[in-house]
């Protein structure tokens, strides 16, 4: 459990300490925003029909490519730059289980894809200055980031365990996320009704629209864990399997 | 005390290291030599669980590394060869880190780094980050990072590689220095420091085990009688051909240096050669300079040993070099 937490810390302060949290950070912020503002302005002009700001923002197209794309970036250097760089050997014969190792790296970067989202927790209440504000939907809406995040993160570690190179565990992952999201997708073009309901259990975007309507629903929370564990599971076992050689 | 039982790997069909086994006991320093590539940090990384042998079992202090690891890795600490450390780290925050992760007491977690620190110099810089630091610096931190969990056995893999020379003395003193407390293990492809740091050698070549035993026992056992260097003035061309001819002379090896002649001669074991060599010369009437005894170094029993198993192995060896080929000094003609 300490051991879990020191590679926490190590993993979330290392962000610090590299150009590409900044350049990510600053990046996140201006974008998110920009939608922000825009939104905004949007429904302030006469024709847009009443809705609540937050819930698009938590809704809308950037949202998803930023939950996909940033988590790719941070979740990138988990594995793959120890194992660049070498120091992975001193990690792994420290008598730490790799279960651990891979647990408290997951953490690490799933702490930091937080911390990132953390700043935007002004919006609302900035906006509750002007008018009245239902945090109950906000706060689901956190929830759904948290559980997203560590979905992605999840198959970012993954990703970034099975390679050296940073940029490979970037892509892989993001190949991966894109799947999962695009599963849900795919259903519209599914026929077979068993799998086109099956599928629909996967759609990120409804999950998503459930979460920002101040809806939780524990089927979709129970997905998103297994999926979490699942993916560290196999995280764990490509670290294991570098044992071999 | 660490126990390596008949280890094995292999890395896509090459045998690395085959059926290696030795003992190192409680207080001792072992040495682990042998060329580069023979096998020394993949027998290392299985000790500390870092690889898995395909067979073969290790024990340290009486725990089996295949069926607890992680025991027997909380009593290993270990300096990897390619140490790489987290460069944006300082060296204080790094050491807690080791010693959080390998299961330090919190209450004792300051006093433990403090004690590694200061073990291994290295508290001058304890809040400079690790990046900033020199390659000698940076081996004495992953010592201490080694050390902080307070291991029974130390595996520390070539830590001297790399260091300007009053580094390397720092290091060795340290080394020598943890004997009291610590079983060490130590690989090194550097003669000398086998000779100055360590109690017993095990000389390891492609993945096995050619000798075992002290530093004194290894030169006794694998060198014929000491031998004798000649020098005689002037160039004399069949020198080595002559002295070779007394009796009691095993091999004979010329080497032509400026103005003078120098010879150096191997001998059967307990002959005494030098009365001999002595009347040959005289009776050539050739003028002895010098005559001295040569005592055979670990070098030579190392050069000789892998020799010995090139020219086994068949045509491509380049056969037996002269035994008593003193280091550095040019070339020796057989």
Redesign the interface.
């Not at chain 1, 050997?89 to 289980?97: H, Q, R, S």
């Not at chain 2, 390619?82 to 987290?86: D, H, I, N, R, S």
């Not at chain 2, 959080?100 to 299961?103: S, Y």
């Given at each position: 459990m300490?051991?879990l937490?020191?590679?926490l810390k190590?993993e979330f302060l290392?962000y610090f300490?590299?150009p590409l949290a900044y350049v990510v950070l600053t990046a996140f912020l201006f974008i998110n925003g920009y939608v922000f503002y825009a939104i905004l302005l949007s429904l302030n002009s006469p024709e847009t029909p009443r809705q609540e700001l937050m819930a698009l923002f938590f809704k809308n197209v950037f949202y998803w490519i930023f939950m996909m794309l940033v988590s790719s970036i941070v979740a990138m250097r988990l594995v793959s730059e120890?194992r660049k760089?070498?120091?992975i050997?001193?990690?792994?014969?420290?008598?730490?289980?790799e279960g651990t190792v891979i647990a408290g790296k997951f953490l690490g970067g799933l702490t930091f894809f937080l911390f990132l989202w953390l700043p935007t927790v002004l919006y609302p209440v900035a906006l509750s200055r002007y008018g009245r504000i239902d945090f109950g939907p906000i706060a689901s809406s956190y929830l759904g980031i948290a559980l997203f995040g560590a979905l992605f993160i999840a198959a970012g570690t993954f990703a970034s365990a099975l390679t050296k190179n940073q940029i490979i565990a970037a892509i892989v992952s993001f190949v991966m996320i894109l799947a999962l999201f695009l599963a849900g997708v795919f259903r519209e073009l599914v026929t077979d009704p068993k799998l086109r309901e099956g599928l629909g259990y996967l759609n990120l975007i409804e999950h998503m629209d459930d979460f920002a309507r101040g809806l939780v629903d524990t089927r979709r929370v129970v997905y998103v864990v297994s999926a979490v564990v699942f993916f560290l599971f196999l995280a764990t076992k490509a670290l294991q399997g570098n044992?071999?050689? | 005390m660490l126990e390596v039982d008949a280890l094995r790997k292999s890395?896509?069909g090459t045998l690395a290291v085959d059926d290696v086994s030795f003992r190192v006991e409680s207080g001792e320093i072992l040495g682990f030599l042998g060329p580069n590539g023979a096998g020394k940090t993949t027998t290392m990384?299985m000790i500390?669980?870092?690889?898995?042998p395909n067979a073969g079992r290790v024990t340290v202090d009486g725990i089996d590394a295949a069926q607890k690891p992680?025991?027997a890795?909380?009593r290993?600490g270990?300096l990897?060869e390619?140490?790489?450390?987290?460069p944006?780290?300082r060296v204080r925050e790094y050491v807690k880190?080791?010693a959080?992760?390998?299961?330090v007491p919190?209450r004792e977690t300051k006093a433990r780094v403090e004690d590694a620190l200061a073990t291994c110099f290295v508290d001058d810089v304890a809040s400079k980050p690790i990046g900033n630091l020199s390659k000698g610096y940076r081996q004495r931190v992953?010592l201490a990072?080694a050390l902080v969990?307070a291991p029974q056995v130390l595996v520390l893999d070539e830590p001297t590689v790399g260091l300007d020379p009053r580094q390397i003395v720092k290091v060795r003193d340290l080394i020598r220095d943890l004997k009291k407390d610590h079983t060490i293990l130590l690989s090194t492809h550097i003669l000398p420091e086998v000779e100055l740091v360590c109690d017993r050698v095990v000389i390891i070549d492609r993945g096995k085990i050619v000798a075992t035993g002290t530093p004194e026992t290894l030169r006794q056992q694998l060198t014929q009688a000491p031998g004798l260097a000649v020098a005689i003035q002037g160039e004399v061309p069949d020198a080595d051909g002559i002295l070779r001819r007394l009796p009691g002379v095993v091999r004979a090896a010329r080497i032509g240096a400026g103005g003078e002649t120098r010879v150096l001669l191997e001998a059967e074991r307990g002959a005494d050669l030098r009365e001999a060599v002595f009347r040959e010369c005289v009776a050539r009437g050739w003028t002895l300079l010098e005559l001295a005894p040569r005592q055979a170094t670990l070098e030579d029993v190392f050069v000789r040993l892998l020799a010995t198993r090139d020219a086994e192995e068949g045509p491509g060896g380049e056969g037996l070099p002269a035994a008593v080929e003193e280091p550095g000094a040019g070339e020796a003609k057989p």
């Open positions: 300490k051991a937490f020191a590679i190590r290392a300490f590299s120890e760089s070498g120091s050997e001193a990690l792994l014969t420290a008598p730490v289980g044992k071999g050689k | 890395f896509y990384r500390t669980g870092f690889l898995e992680r025991e890795r909380a290993i270990y990897p390619t140490l790489a450390l987290y944006e780290m880190f080791r959080e992760l390998c299961g919190r992953g990072a969990h």
